[in-house]
């Protein structure tokens, strides 16, 4: 990975649609856009602890989760500021049940947002990392037809046109990508603009670093403990036991992972029988980071096999989810396909 400051995120969107000869400008309008959102999140997330903006709001989420003020803020921001665009059909937000439709009274077109607003909102009041996470699908029935279908939100992962998230931390970072390299922009606030701080990042092959929430060791099964347990096995040759790193923000972990190298899990587990695919989303969280993570050479599994290549049966569909690098997300789908022995 190289490091070079001085780009704009708009720059570097503009030097891609120009290497498309189709590209007509709808997807850089789309994508600045959700910059211009971003932008707005993260000067309410810096600003948290200032205003009395703070606390839940006693309402849960269609995933029965305690909804925080700023989730529903940054919802309201997106889907606001998403809706004029002219570019969409449609919307999928991990906080609204439904599919989102656009207003009669903008205009539409072919591509279709779907995305986490604010994930790792349990984690606002203490000050740690959250993200904004994002894919964008092209609809595939024919304008024609009229309405965009089901069928045109519930594409497999490995049709996304673009993916990735925002992180706002010790700095606001932007990290996308439309199948060509996979880049990080950091917000100069004083600026106001995304500068490119991360050229073509790729992930470690093995890393050093397993991040999982062991506290539920209990609700594993036994492929899922042999798993955790490699990790945490010495071995010299793949340095191991690796270093364990849970923030509980899957932004925030995926984002050191992606830098640094190691693994990211959030298995199935029967802590809650309403949810015993795990907690994750197939398509707000784990379909962008799995492109994200793919075209950085690292590899994003259920267990079974590519996230990326899920039929997805449902806009809130839940998933298992192992990803990170490449060598490290293999031996754990390796584990728990059952292709190796659980004592291997
Ligand atoms: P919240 O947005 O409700 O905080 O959930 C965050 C999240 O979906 C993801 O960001 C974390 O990786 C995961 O949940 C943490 O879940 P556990 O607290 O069950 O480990």
Redesign the pocket.
Known sequence: MTKRVGITITEHILTEQRENPEATGAFTHLLHELIVAAKVISREVNKAGLVDILGATGDVNIQE?QVQKLDMFSNRVIIERMQHVGQLCCMGSEEVADLIDIPSQYPKGNYILLFDPL?????IDVNVSIGTIFGIYKRTSDWADGDYLLSDVLQPGIKQVAAGYFIYGSSTIMVYTTGNGVHGFTLYPSVGEFLLSHKNIRIPERGKIYSV?EGYSEYWDDKTKAVVNYFKTRDKETSRPYSARYV????A?FHRNLLKGGIFM?PADSKDPKKPTG??RLMV?ANPLAMVVEHAGGYASDGQGPVLEIEPQELHQRIPLYIGSKKDVEIAEAFISGKRPVDG
Not at 119 to 123: A, F, Q, T, V
């Open positions: 989760e994930d790792g909102s349990s984690n929430n509980g923000s899957l932004v972990d959030y907690k994750l969280e």
